[in-house]
Nanobody
Framework: QVQLVESGGGLVQAGGSLRLSCSAS????????MGWFRQAPGKEREFVAA????????DYASSVKGRFTISRDNAKNTVYLNMNNLKREDTAVYYC??????????????????WGQGTQVTVSS
């Protein structure tokens, strides 16, 4: 069973930066597509970013493109989300997810097989 543990969330002022990390164990990390999703209070979970197993292809939600960067280190079984120029509307619980079909990106949450418990990101004005 794959376990995903997110870290790096916190409180930051608008315009600031955070780096989220997601460490994986119990599976073959290098074979998974990895994604980041987020859920704000009262809203549905939404796609943020994804990266294929080898890191060759990435995709971003339009709302974060140019501000967020997803990357991975397969030697460390870790995926990262660098978030710059944060806005109040980025406030949410951020979830890391893994998809066994590592050659295909997906922006759809139900296509991911494993999920972390989430880390809170709060952006203040």
């Amino acid at each position: 069973q794959v376990q995903l543990v997110e870290s790096g969330g916190g409180l930051v002022q608008a315009g600031g930066s955070l780096r989220l990390s997601c460490s994986a164990s119990g599976g073959t990390f290098s074979s998974y597509t990895m994604g980041w999703f987020r859920q704000a209070p009262g809203k549905e979970r939404e796609f943020v970013a994804a990266i294929t197993s080898c890191g060759s292809t990435r995709d971003y939600a339009s709302s974060v493109k140019g501000r967020f960067t997803i990357s991975r280190d397969n030697a460390k079984n870790t995926v990262y989300l660098n978030m710059n120029n944060l806005k109040r509307e980025d406030t949410a619980v951020y979830y890391c997810a893994a998809r066994r079909q590592g050659w295909r990106l997906s922006t759809t949450s139900y296509e991911y097989d494993y999920w972390g418990q989430g880390t809170q990101v709060t952006v203040s004005s």
